[in-house]
């Protein structure tokens, strides 16, 4: 009797290769993980509407400790929020690079990932230098370092995750007959984390 096992994040001998394929316990764990991670921003999310419609009411945007309103960059941010979910594109183009054996592909595709989710932290960065006000500054500054905070310690946890599968990459790991559930896993969550930050800066830079 054979006591071959399969990998994990691969099919069965002979089975078709596909999203199911690789729903395996560490896809799986990783969802249910993100599910965590939905309810913690919901939170946040809650205590951002209480303070827009509870705290301020009509007055929006608020006024900040210098009299004056507070300003978002709103531009700038669309441009981040652009290079953030392009990433999210190429992470797929790569695993569908790594799926048909173009391993080369798959290298440049999390690279670029890796390099588009650092600039978008970096610019995050800026913001925070130049953007006028502080955490301490009311209810709002609090709130929103809090929130785009919050996202951005979640960019650095996928970046970390990506750059370990690029190093696994590097030296043969991922294919379709061998596994690749921790790519997998990782794609999941970067998705997360873009989807996460579009709505973030739909509600809190756009529609203010």
């Keep these: 009797m054979s006591t071959e096992t399969i990998p994990h ?14 729903l395996n316990q560490g896809v799986l764990g990783m969802v249910i993980f993100i599910g965590s991670e939905v309810m913690l921003f919901a939170s946040f999310f809650t205590a951002y509407f209480l303070i827009r419609f509870g705290v301020f009411g009509n007055a929006w945007p608020p006024i900040a400790s210098d009299g004056e309103p507070f300003e978002l960059p709103k531009v700038i941010t669309g441009v981040n929020t652009f290079i953030l979910v392009s ?25 670029l990932t890796i390099l588009m989710g650092a600039t978008f932290l970096v610019i995050q960065f800026n913001e925070y230098v130049h953007i006028g006000f502080t955490p301490d500054d009311q209810a709002f500054g609090s709130v929103f370092y809090s929130l785009t905070g919050l996202h951005g310690l979640h960019v650095f946890v996928g970046l970390t995750i990506l750059t370990f599968c690029l190093v696994r990459a590097i030296h043969g790991d991922f294919s379709v007959e061998r596994g690749y559930t921790p790519l997998a896993a990782g794609s999941i969550y970067w998705h997360f984390v873009d989807v996460v930050w579009v709505i973030l800066y739909l509600l809190v830079y756009i529609l203010t």
């Design 87 to 111: 990433s999210s594109f190429v992470i797929w183009w790569a695993e569908h690079c790594m799926k048909k054996g173009d391993r080369t592909g798959l290298i440049r595709g999390l690279m």
């Design 9 to 22: 994040g691969a099919p069965p001998a002979g089975a078709p290769a596909s999203r199911g394929a690789v």
